[in-house]
């Protein structure tokens, strides 16, 4: 049983060869070592197949980057849960800053996403986190709540088995700047406690809740050692095979080793 998660984001690079060539790297170097974590990579949509088919027969686990809610219909240029199914995919990033920031997803957006996702048995990869600005004016847990609040609004107890929160800081993504230890540690330990509160302390313990932003092979092993840390979501340093595997190395070993780092729902 994995004990933490790895989540490569490639955002919109790479051509369908390339995405090939990478995913082949990485099942290479990861495919049947570091079992302590689960690995999913996440290509942009044109390469979902590419990918599929590169890791099939592996445990590596495929997930797109984004959805829309609606089942099917006159969308132009959207994808629907059951696509993403269809096309392989075990999960999905929903809420992630550059939708928000970018494209313009409100968190309502977000929570109808991530509700169609779990209803599609997709496990949802909830992205939340503040700007500086936020951090700054002390608005950061008012953030985080009305994201959480957005997206988990409506979501029955039954099906969160299957969500993935991913904590992001705006500011620590794709800046070179990650999130202290401390800051972390502290983010982390206050959504577990609305999660807590949310679906109670039993469920709430249970979902895994991953850091995001410029997490590279330098930094990870002082972010796999933060309590409440159940893996990381890799943006830039993910397109390098070798950086990606030397994060899910270090992650896998902080998990397994027995004086290592237990898991959330181990505790
Ligand atoms: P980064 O991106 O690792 O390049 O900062 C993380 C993310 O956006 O998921």
């Not at 990918?51 to 994808?79: I, K």
Request: with cysteine; glycine share 10%; proline share 4%.
């Amino acid at each position: 049983m994995p004990r933490c998660t790895v989540i490569a984001n490639w955002k919109m690079h790479g051509t369908q060869t390339q995405a090939r060539d990478l995913a082949r790297a990485v099942r290479r170097l990861v495919g049947n070592r570091f079992r302590a974590a689960e690995v999913v990579l996440a290509p942009p949509f044109t390469s979902l197949e590419t990918v599929r088919r590169a890791l099939a027969g592996s445990r590596l686990r495929l997930a797109a980057q984004n959805l829309y809610w609606q089942p099917h219909g006159a969308f132009t240029g959207e994808v629907s849960a059951d696509m993403l199914r269809d096309a392989g995919c075990s999960h999905v990033i929903v809420g992630h800053s550059e939708r928000r920031r970018l494209f313009g997803e409100t968190n309502r957006d977000v929570g109808r996403k991530l509700g169609a996702a779990l209803e599609a048995s997709l496990k949802p990869i909830l992205c939340v986190g503040e700007t500086l600005e936020e951090r700054r004016r002390g608005d950061t847990h008012r953030t985080l709540s009305a994201q959480l609040t957005g997206a988990l609004k409506g979501v029955p107890k039954s099906v969160i088995e299957s969500l993935t929160v991913a904590y992001e800081p705006v500011w620590a993504i794709g800046t070179g700047r990650h999130a202290t230890p401390a800051q972390v540690a502290e983010t982390h330990g206050w959504i577990r406690r609305a999660l807590a509160r949310r679906f109670g302390t039993a469920s709430g313990r249970a979902i895994p809740i991953v850091y995001g932003g410029s997490v590279n092979p330098d930094n990870a092993a002082e972010l796999a050692r933060v309590t409440e840390v159940d893996g990381v979501l890799v943006g830039g340093a993910s397109l390098d095979h070798q950086s990606f595997a030397a994060i899910v190395k270090v992650f896998s070993t902080e998990f397994s080793t027995a004086t290592g780092k237990t898991r959330t729902t181990d505790k």
